[in-house]
């Protein structure tokens, strides 16, 4: 594994069922994030993780939730999907140590459509 | 509120030059970066602002200004591969980044 990865790459999903997209990044990051991408609008922070063990909500949480068991892993579940969360989502890295840039690093995305 | 504003969509003739606008209105400022976005593909990290001034990379600068809630991205010698979106994201005094919709540009032959 380079960098971050996510699965699956797309899936089409039937309203009210559950859902966990996965990401993994090797690049040791203490911080990771998961993004919504919609047509007109700017990325917006659905959960983010500081640290292992520690998550916090982020601008669009509602209807999503968020582990962070280790560095590596930071799934989303959406528990009963519905047809507003058709999305592009993206799940970011960053090594957040308060020096420098900080840039987060992305993953290539999980296009979600729910019917 | 918290808000970036950036033109929708911007297009440019092979070879020239094109600036990119941003402006913001956010709670704090900890920095601004540009990323990069292909169609169908993930941002990819440009360039990182926190101090007011030009800061150059290779073809690309950046530019930003505090007290007016302004940056820059500029492109210069633009290659057919530029064609993409652009996104503006602030820093904000929570230490997340607050997006830009992106501004898509289109470079002509």
């Known amino acids: 594994i380079a960098g971050i990865t996510q699965a699956p790459t797309s899936q089409i999903l039937a309203a009210g069922r559950r859902m966990t997209l996965r990401c993994t990044q090797d690049m040791r990051h203490n911080a990771m994030y998961w993004y919504r991408q919609d047509l007109g609008l700017g990325l917006r922070l659905i959960h983010y993780s500081n640290t292992a063990g520690t998550t916090g909500k982020g601008e669009v949480p509602d209807g999503y939730s968020v582990s962070r068991a280790n560095t590596d892993d930071f799934p989303l579940t959406l528990a009963s999907a519905v047809p507003s969360q058709t999305s592009v989502y993206f799940c970011a890295s960053s090594d957040a140590s308060g020096q420098g840039a900080n840039e987060q690093f992305f993953g290539p995305g999980t296009r979600l459509t729910v019917l | 509120g918290q808000n970036i504003d950036q033109p929708t969509e911007m297009t440019a003739t092979e070879g020239a030059i094109v600036q990119i606008n941003c402006t913001y209105q956010?709670?704090?400022?900890?920095?601004l970066f540009w990323y990069q976005q292909h169609a169908g593909e993930a941002p990819t990290f440009l360039s990182y602002n926190v101090l007011d001034g030009l800061e150059e990379k290779g073809r690309f600068s950046s530019f930003l200004s505090r007290s007016k809630g302004y940056s820059y991205l500029l492109l210069k010698e633009l290659q057919m591969k530029d064609s993409a979106s652009y996104l503006c994201a602030v820093m904000d005094s929570n230490y997340q980044l607050i997006w830009g919709a992106g501004t898509k540009l289109i470079i002509k032959p």
């Open positions: 956010t709670s704090g400022f900890n920095g």
